[in-house]
Each structure stands twice: as C-alpha cells, then as structure tokens.
C-alpha cells in the first residue's frame, strides 16, 4: 500500500477576513487519500501532486504541481521506520476577479519533512511528522504572488486502519504554527485541520471512498495596527475518491483522484478543488 505524505501547500491570496490575504499553508485534499498512514519501509519513490481549485463562483482559480521525493531510510527510531521528504512546488494560476485578467506563474514555498515516523500494529498503522514549509516562492508585498513568506511548521498525525470486508479507515490530525511576515510585520493565527477518508477495495489495485476534511483557525492574527478585525476562517470539505494501482514500467503506479466541495465555510470564500495524486518507486 502507497501513502499519501504530507502535503500543504499556499493558497494564492484570496480576498478575505482572515489569516494574511485569506490563504493558508493547508489545502483540503492533500491528507485525505487511502492509506494515508501507510508508507514502504525502504526505498525512494516520486510522489507528485496535482490540483486545481476555484471559488464556487468561478472568479479566480488556480492550477498547482507539486513534485516530492520521498526517502524511506530502513532505519528505526523509537521503534518506527525513519522517512524524510522534499516537495518543492511549481504553481500556475489565473485570476479573473474584480474584473481583472491576472496571470502568475512561478514556484512556490518548499514543503520539507526532516523526520517522519511509522509504526504498524497489527491492522492499526500510525505516521508522526514534522512538516515545515520554506518560504523559498515569489512574494512580492501588495502582488500575486506564489509564496507567503512565512515559514509554517505543521504537527501531523495520521492513522490508518485495515477494516473487515477489504474497508478502510483512514484520518490525519494536524495543527500549523505560523511565524510572522517580515515584509508585512503580520503574523496569521495557528490553524487545525482534520482530513478523512472511508474506503472499499473493489479489487487489491482499485478502491472508491469518500473524502473529506475540516479546517479551523484557532487563534487570531496579529498585525502592527490598532483597527486590525479579523474573523478566524473555518470550513468543510466532502466528496468521492477513486485510487487504482496499475503494474506499469515494471513497477507499481499508484494513481488518486478526489473532487471535494467546501460548506460551512467562514471568513474567505467557498472553494472546489479537484485534486490527482501519482506516486512510484524509483
């Protein structure tokens, strides 16, 4: 079984009331896969994701890749395998809102995972990590742009869960802290996120499910001026998966892809995301 690794990334900067420009270092869909717990003991694999997100009222939109390499070392600590991981980003995106024709295309901040654990009990497997993200994108203060300028670090946890019936259950548990903005003396608030997914292998190499998540704000931003307001965002997100693992190239190819839809959404706009993930050994 193939894992879904940790994988935020920054929202291009979308009028709103909360956190710096309304974006985040979390996107509904990137934790919300089969497996989620689940990573090989040895090898390195090519983990590539890709997205594509608009607000429901199709004002602006953004396409994102995301490539990673993943290195499961064969070492243990604390009893877990040791993993690390790298996902620079290349994000292209089109902004037609406000009656503007807005296009940007550049990289995006780093996401790296200097340690990352995984454990197996039985049907139960367990994946701790420590996910930080690089501000290395474009920024350019009061512009489009691909990054945040923030280095955010992300407390996960996901679990996985083997059930009767070839069913599966599978959640992550994660909460981002997020340092200031040198350019803008502005810090945004911490930020939990909850991702899950239920799942059916109608075969071992085809599965469908349902996927979603929830995302809260937990504290309020901070910025150098005294009318700062701010409404801490929240949201949900549901909708279908599909993971098939064809035998190509002499090698097993992972492919997922999951469309999910925001409600109850608070604090920025409501979102749709299509989201397709391909992983692979080396």
């Given at each position: ?6 994988v ?6 979308i009028p709103s ?8 270092n979390?996107?509904?869909g ?5 497996a989620?717990a689940?990573v ?19 004002q ?12 499961a ?10 993993i ?9 995106t089109?902004?037609?809102?406000n009656?503007?024709?807005m296009?940007?295309?550049?990289l ?8 990352e654990?995984?454990?197996?009990w039985g ?20 512009s ?88 801490n965002s929240?949201?949900?997100t ?20 999951k ?24």
């Amino acid at each position: 079984m193939l894992t879904l690794l940790c994988v935020s990334w920054a929202i291009f900067s979308i009028p709103s009331r909360a956190t710096e420009g309304g974006g985040s270092n979390y996107l509904p869909g990137f934790y919300g896969d089969f497996a989620m717990a689940v990573v090989p003991e040895k090898g390195t694999f090519f983990n590539n994701f890709y997205a594509a997100y608009q607000d429901t009222k199709g004002q602006a939109g953004t396409i994102l890749e995301m490539p990673g390499i993943v290195h499961a070392t064969g070492q243990k600590i604390l009893g877990a395998n040791f993993i690390v991981a790298l996902y620079p980003g290349v994000v292209a995106t089109k902004d037609q809102s406000n009656h503007q024709d807005m296009i940007r295309f550049g990289l995006g901040d780093a996401y790296l995972i200097p340690i990352e654990l995984n454990w197996q009990w039985g049907s139960l497997t367990a994946l701790a990590f420590e996910g930080i993200v690089v501000p290395t994108g474009y920024y350019q203060k009061g512009s489009l742009s691909a990054g945040r300028n923030i280095w955010t670090f992300d407390h996960i946890l996901s679990l996985t869960w083997q059930l009767p019936a070839a069913n599966e259950l599978s959640i992550t548990l994660g909460y981002m802290n997020n340092l200031k903005n040198p350019a803008t003396n502005y810090r945004s608030g911490d930020e939990f996120h909850f991702d899950y997914m239920l799942g059916h292998y109608l075969r071992p190499e085809l599965a469908v499910g349902i996927t979603g998540s929830h995302y809260r704000q937990t504290t309020a931003d901070q910025a150098s001026t005294d009318n700062l307001v701010t409404v801490n965002s929240e949201s949900s997100t549901i909708g279908p998966v599909v993971m098939y693992t064809p035998h190509l190239l002499d090698r097993d190819i992972t492919i997922s892809l999951k469309y999910l839809r925001e409600f109850n959404v608070q604090g920025r706009i409501n979102q749709e995301y299509l989201v397709c993930r391909i992983f692979m050994g080396f």
